[in-house]
């Protein structure tokens, strides 16, 4: 197996001027700017959710797209998700007894980009309904998954939410909504 064009085989190796297994070179990161962490992993297709709930003390929907979400156990069932620190709409999120996390299909474009936008009422324009136990459920969106806030941890501008899954369906048939560097559609 061949070595990519300007890798050496001591950095490769983990040469001992690099310290331990697993840890940064002296200085390392401080020169991984932010428009270049972008463009890298960029690279990494994602899929698009749209986390909702009614806000807290009403029957109002409130929601905010994310393309950082993942599962994370099997037992118990837990997924996460991060939000930046500076969501105004998480905090409302947040005070809510259950989220429902809504699988966005390639159509719901729109959607994902009315739910990034600050301020206003979200919902409006989007159409809605309510799952088994009453969360906000997006019109064709692939599937559902209701859960609970278990944990949150700050990680540099973002907070990880790790969530209780307490019930999951698929709900509608199409592509999903993919996020590749720095775009949205479907890819082949």
């Known amino acids: 197996m061949g070595h990519g064009a300007g890798a050496s085989a001591s950095t490769l190796a983990g040469d001992a001027a690099a310290g331990p297994p697993g840890?940064?070179?002296?200085?390392?990161?401080?020169?991984?700017?932010?428009?270049?962490?972008r463009s890298v992993l960029g690279r990494f297709a994602t899929g698009v959710v749209a986390i909702t709930a009614f806000e807290e003390?009403?029957?109002?929907?409130?929601?905010?797209?994310?393309?950082?979400f993942t599962s994370v156990s099997l037992d118990p069932p837990l997924v996460a998700f991060c939000v930046a620190h500076t969501s105004t709409t998480w905090p409302r999120l947040r005070g809510a007894g259950r989220l429902c996390v809504?699988?966005?299909s390639e159509p719901q474009l729109k959607v994902c980009e009315r739910l990034a936008l600050r301020g206003g009422d979200k919902?409006?324009?989007?159409?809605?309904?309510?799952?088994?136990?009453?969360g906000p459920l997006i019109e064709g969106a692939?599937?559902?998954?209701?859960?609970?806030?278990?944990?949150?941890?700050v990680a540099g501008d973002h907070v990880i939410v790790v969530a209780r899954v307490h019930a999951l369906d698929?709900?509608?048939?199409?592509?999903?909504?993919?996020?590749y560097k720095g775009t949205y559609g479907t890819f082949t």
Do not use: K
């Open 142 to 153: 692939l599937a559902w998954i209701e859960c609970s806030v278990e944990q949150e941890h």
């Open 123 to 134: 919902f409006a324009d989007i159409g809605w309904t309510r799952t088994p136990n009453g």
């Open 170 to 179: 698929h709900h509608h048939d199409a592509d999903p909504l993919l996020f």
């Open 57 to 68: 003390g009403s029957d109002r929907p409130a929601g905010l797209a994310a393309n950082s």
């Open 23 to 37: 840890e940064e070179p002296p200085g390392e990161a401080a020169g991984v700017d932010s428009a270049r962490f």
């Open 102 to 104: 809504n699988i966005l």
